[in-house]
C-alpha cells in the first residue's frame, strides 16, 4: 500500500510539475504575441491615414485645374468684350474733340476730329517703333520680338483753329532712316487741314522700358505732361488715322488696338489637365489598379 500511494504520490506530483511547465510556453506565446499583434494593428491604422491623406491630397489637382480652367473661360468672355468695345470705338463716327478733361478721359479710342496747322519746328520722336500692320500682328499675337521695321514714331503740335489750343498729334510712323525732317520735306505740310484721329492717354513707364530723354529728344513712352510741357501743348493726344497720310510724310493709322487672346489655349490646357489626373486618380483610389 504504501509502494502504490507513494508511487501514486509521484505520479500526481510529476503530472502536476509537467502540466505547470508546459503552460509557461502558451503564457509566454501569449504575452508576446499580444503586442506584436498591437503593434500590426496600429501600423495598419498609420498606412490608412497616409492612403487617405494621399487620397484626398492629389484629389486637389484635377479640382485646382479644373477651377483654373474655368476662369480662363470668364476671362477669355472678358477678353471678347474688350476686344469688341475697342473695334465699336475706333469704328464709330468721329466727333468734335471737347476739352473737357474728364470727358476725354472716357474717350480713349474714340475717333475725334480737329482743323487747324502743325508745328513742324518741336517734332517728338518715339523709339524704337514698327509700324502698325492689323494682319501682321495678328499673327505675332504670341511673340516677344517683332519683326516689323525699326524705326519712330512722329509726335507733332498741332494748333487747332476751331478751338484755340495747340494738341499734340501722333503723325505715323518714319523709318530710321526718315527720321530727321530735312529727309522727308515733302510731307512736312503746313496749310490748315481737317485732321480726323484717335483719342489716347498718358502711359507709364513698364518695367524695362528706358527712361524718357527729353534733352535728346527720345521717348519710349507717350507721358503728355513732360510731352505738353516741352512743346507748350495742352496735354491731349490724338492718333492721326491712315487717311491723314501725305507723300512723302509719316504713314498714320498708328494705333495699336489687337488685344492678345491666348485664354482658348488656356482653357484647353487646364481642363486636359483635369481630366487626365481625374482618371489617375479614379483608377489609382477607386479601382485600386496599381501603378
Not at 476671362?75 to 471678347?80: G, I, V
Not at 468695345?85 to 469704328?91: E, G, S
Not at 495747340?166 to 490748315?192: A, D, H, Y
Request: charged content about 25%; proline content about 7%; hydrophobic content about 35%.
Amino acid at each position: 500500500t504504501r509502494f502504490t500511494l507513494g508511487g501514486y504520490a509521484s505520479r500526481l506530483a510529476f503530472i502536476s510539475t509537467r502540466t505547470h511547465w508546459n503552460c509557461f510556453p502558451i503564457i509566454r506565446r501569449r504575452v508576446c504575441r499580444k503586442p506584436h499583434g498591437l503593434c500590426s494593428s496600429t501600423a495598419a491604422t498609420v498606412q490608412r491615414e497616409d492612403d487617405s491623406f494621399l487620397k484626398w491630397f492629389l484629389l486637389l489637382i484635377p479640382v485646382t485645374a479644373f477651377g483654373l480652367g474655368t476662369w480662363q473661360v470668364q476671362r477669355r468672355k472678358w477678353k471678347l468684350k474688350l476686344i469688341q468695345d475697342l473695334w465699336d470705338r475706333t469704328n464709330a463716327e468721329p466727333i468734335p474733340l471737347p476739352l473737357d478733361p474728364l470727358e476725354l478721359k472716357e474717350l480713349e479710342y474714340r475717333r475725334v476730329t480737329v482743323r487747324g496747322y502743325f508745328d513742324h519746328s518741336k517734332e517728338l520722336y518715339i523709339v524704337p517703333r514698327t509700324p502698325v500692320d492689323p494682319q501682321r500682328e495678328a499673327r505675332e499675337a504670341g511673340r516677344l520680338i517683332s519683326t516689323g521695321e525699326s524705326g519712330a514714331n512722329v509726335i507733332t503740335p498741332f494748333y487747332c483753329t476751331d478751338l484755340g489750343i495747340t494738341i499734340l498729334v501722333n503723325r505715323g510712323f518714319v523709318p530710321r532712316k526718315k527720321m530727321k525732317p530735312e529727309t522727308r520735306s515733302k510731307g512736312q505740310i503746313t496749310e490748315e487741314i481737317d485732321l480726323t484721329g484717335i483719342v489716347r492717354l498718358t502711359e507709364t513707364r513698364k518695367p524695362f522700358v528706358p527712361q524718357n530723354n527729353t534733352e535728346k529728344n527720345r521717348w519710349h513712352y507717350r507721358d503728355l505732361e513732360a510731352m505738353a510741357q516741352v512743346t507748350e501743348a495742352e496735354p491731349i493726344f490724338i492718333d492721326a488715322d491712315l487717311r491723314s497720310t501725305v507723300p512723302g510724310g509719316p504713314i498714320g493709322g498708328q494705333t495699336r488696338v489687337t488685344l492678345r487672346n491666348e485664354h482658348m489655349q488656356y482653357i484647353i490646357t487646364w481642363y486636359g489637365l483635369c481630366g487626365a489626373t481625374s482618371f489617375m486618380w479614379f483608377q489609382k483610389f477607386v479601382q485600386k489598379i496599381p501603378f
